[in-house]
């Protein structure tokens, strides 16, 4: 007989369950004691990296800084910036293919390098560049070719995303990554810093209107059959300069092969007699001495004006006395030579001089030309500087000199950097306010009934005036060689821009209707440029408002008698 044992079910008091529940809550508690401790140590730590370990900080920071800063427009536009890039070098040594299957098979991926140049430095003793800057395309291409003797570099690579915009303004590097010319030249310690290529450069240009001026500049140059052109959009509070351009251009990714010439910034490295866009700033001067006090004043403009053995005339005679408003309308330089020599040589000169038309302009571009100015200040060399013969400036000049003209009579210096927050130089004075009050009036008159009429862009009150001179030349001024100016602002009853157009040996065709003077070919592009840029530049139309000429129209001559 089997006897079965049970064993009885161990019966629990209160107070065990109590010790193990207790127990339990220690363990945990220590779990989380612990679990804390360990998050505090790595917060500590965290925290300490943040605070005290700036080495590390720095070196992670370094990682993200271009080797040269970038450079943006006014918006955050990049316009130049450094990248990495592919070169296409051979080692000769250890080409295994034929050298003449080489040379051939690199004239079709580089059809712009000569074959005997691409033979020759695939036969050469030394390691040498097939192409710097090589686009992805061609670097497939050579790889292709399957020869050990070819590798890839990788290389620092300034970049122009926007191509030819602004090609003069911004230059270029060299090979070595400094900067030769514009503003790559000028500013290539600050580009190149480590202390400061983190931040980009940023400039006062508007990449939106720097493409506005370039395309109907470059239209008008192209249609008119000229060797150039140049052009400007100057803030006249500031100095700032929201557009620059120089026909021809050139693309600052492919240098090689272009013409060099195409790198010259004409408008503030070409000298040019800029013809009758003087005879404001003479009038201004001589208002501002005293010497013109009356609009209504005539001067005898029958005939030529004989001084020295030299005759002055006017290009479209009037044959009559002329007052200081038709002077300007009608652009004589019989008259404004005789205001002149009324002003006289010492104060004409002094004119120039505060304008700074005898030194360099004045910008941080290092291609900037010096003016020739007179050798002799005679009366006829004060008599025709009047109205912008005997002295060479560059366009630069001209529109530092209009933009005091229109201010309120404050001359400031020409600047490429945003000035953001920073107040504007404070300039100085060099004509008093009641002059520019009254110069605004007469450049809205020149627009509105004179030789700029074609500079008229409905609603943005334009004033300026037309400068049409013969180029020197050998033995004398060429008669078919015109530097063709129109110098301009707007709007004129509260002045913000200058605009100022300059075309080189326009010829007179269908498109300017035969003619080749600034009134039929750069006024026309001021008008389209002031209609398209305007709202841009925060300007729009109001056909509402105008300047008060009231006082002015009356002594205009309308229909053989004055009104």
């Known amino acids: 007989m089997n006897t079965l044992v049970v064993r009885p079910t161990r019966v629990r008091t209160a107070g065990v369950r109590q010790q193990i529940l207790l127990t339990a809550q220690q363990r945990l508690m220590i779990l989380m004691l612990l679990f804390m401790a360990a998050f505090f140590v790595v917060s500590a730590r965290l925290l300490y990296f943040a605070l005290f370990d700036t080495a590390s900080s720095r070196g992670a920071a370094a990682a993200f800084v271009p080797a040269r800063a970038d450079i943006v427009d006014r918006n955050g536009v990049p316009l130049a910036r450094t990248i990495d890039g592919y070169s296409i070098r051979v080692v000769p040594a250890k080409l295994l293919n034929n050298r003449q299957y080489l040379a051939d098979e690199l004239h079709k991926i580089f059809p712009d390098m000569p074959r005997e140049e691409l033979l020759a430095k695939v036969s050469g003793s030394r ?27 990788r290389e620092k690579e300034r970049l122009y995303p926007q191509l030819t915009l602004a090609a003069h303004v911004l230059g270029f590097t060299n090979a070595e990554g400094h900067g030769v010319t514009g503003v790559e030249g000028a500013f290539d310690d600050r580009l190149i810093d480590k202390a400061t290529r983190g931040q980009p450069l940023a400039l006062s240009i508007d990449a939106r209107v720097q493409g506005v001026l370039e395309s109907e500049l470059s239209s008008a140059v192209t249609n008119l059959e000229a ?11 500031t100095g700032e300069v929201a557009a620059m351009t120089s026909l021809p251009t050139f693309n600052p990714n492919k240098l090689t092969g272009s013409d060099p010439a195409t790198r010259r910034n004409a408008f503030t490295y070409n000298l040019y007699e800029l013809g009758s866009t003087f005879k404001p700033l003479t009038v201004a001067a001589a208002i501002d001495a005293g010497t013109v006090t009356s609009m209504a004043r005539r ?20 044959g009559r006395w002329l007052n200081v408003p038709e002077t300007l309308i009608h652009s004589s330089n019989i008259v404004t030579a005789r205001i002149a020599d009324e002003l006289g040589r ?49 366009p630069l000049h001209l529109a530092s000199a209009y933009a005091a003209l229109v201010n309120g009579g404050i001359w400031r210096p020409a600047t490429l950097m945003k000035l953001g927050d920073k107040a504007p130089p404070q300039g100085r004075r060099v004509f008093k306010a009641a002059t520019s009050a009254r110069m605004r009036q007469l450049l809205r008159l020149i627009v509105s009934d004179g030789t700029g009429k074609q500079a008229e862009a409905p609603g943005f009150r334009v004033g300026g005036k037309t400068g049409s001179a013969e ?20 709007p004129m009853d509260n002045p913000r821009y200058v605009v100022l157009v300059m075309i080189d040996e326009p010829k007179g065709n269908a498109f300017s209707s035969g003619q080749r003077t600034a009134g039929w070919t750069a006024a ?5 440029v002031v209609t398209r840029a305007g709202p841009m530049l925060g300007v729009f139309p109001d056909e509402s408002r105008d300047v008060d000429v009231s006082e002015l129209t009356p002594l205009l001559w309308r229909n053989g008698e004055s009104e």
């Open 227 to 237: 060797i150039g052109g140049a052009g400007i959009i100057l803030d006249v509070h």
């Open 471 to 490: 180029k020197p030349g050998a033995g004398g001024y060429r008669r078919h060689s015109l530097v063709s100016t129109f110098a301009a602002a707007f």
């Open 127 to 153: 390691p040498t560049y097939i192409r710097r800057r090589a686009l992805p395309d061609q670097v497939a291409a050579v790889n292709a070719i399957g020869d050990v003797g070819f590798d890839f570099p």
């Open 524 to 528: 026309p592009v001021v008008r389209k």
């Open 299 to 318: 001067y005898d403009a029958t005939q030529p004006l004989a001084i020295a053995g030299f005759r002055i005339r006017d290009s479209h005679p009037s």
């Open 346 to 394: 010492d104060k004409m000169e002094a004119m120039f001089r505060s304008l700074e038309f005898d030194r360099r302009p004045h910008i941080e571009l290092k291609e900037r030309a010096f003016p020739l100015w007179p050798r002799d200040w005679g009366r006829i060399t004060t008599m025709t500087t009047g109205y912008g013969h005997g002295i060479a400036v560059t």
